[in-house]
């Protein structure tokens, strides 16, 4: 009888790299006033920038979307803003996760589409996301705040 060996991943850097999350998101900065786009999480109370996970295909796991058309479907379902990843002026990169720089003229319409996932949408300026407690943010989203 052959023995079963059983692969555990300790870390999201140990597991191969078709099976690691990646996240992909949007800071959207008001050209004028200098003001970022940020929500609130619902679950972790946590304040950063609109973001998910890609989609894989069920059967392949494989990704079946690109990074900007991740990051375009999640600013639209968490803030109900439409904008183009074409328009970035950059992107950052964290780990796994990878964020659109956009600028946009006048303040986007945004809709609280995921009550249960987002508590509030609010333009905040840079000083007010450095000012943030250690307990109100993520890792990730204190990384993107120190290169904007």
């Known amino acids: 009888m052959e023995s079963q060996v059983k692969i555990v991943y300790l870390t999201q850097r140990e597991k191969p790299?078709?099976?690691?999350?990646?996240?992909?998101?949007?800071?959207?900065?008001?050209?004028?006033?200098?003001?970022?786009?940020t929500v609130q999480e619902q679950s972790s109370g946590y304040i950063g920038f609109p973001k998910g996970h890609r989609e894989r295909n069920r059967k392949t796991k494989q990704f079946c979307e690109t990074r900007p058309k991740c990051a375009e479907r999640e600013l639209h379902q968490e803030t109900g803003v439409r904008l183009k990843i074409g328009d970035a002026t950059r992107t950052?990169?964290?780990?796994?996760?990878?964020?659109?720089?956009?600028?946009?003229?006048?303040?986007?319409?945004?809709?609280?589409?995921?009550?249960?996932?987002?508590?509030?949408?609010?333009?905040?300026?840079?000083?007010?996301?450095?000012?943030?407690?250690?307990?109100?943010?993520s890792n990730l989203t204190r990384y993107m705040i120190t290169k904007l």
């Open 17 to 37: 790299a078709r099976l690691r999350e990646e996240r992909c998101g949007c800071v959207v900065r008001e050209k004028k006033t200098g003001l970022y786009l």
């Open 92 to 137: 950052l990169k964290w780990k796994h996760s990878y964020f659109y720089v956009l600028e946009v003229d006048g303040f986007p319409v945004t809709t609280l589409k995921r009550p249960r996932e987002i508590r509030e949408i609010k333009w905040r300026s840079l000083e007010e996301l450095k000012a943030l407690k250690r307990d109100e943010i």
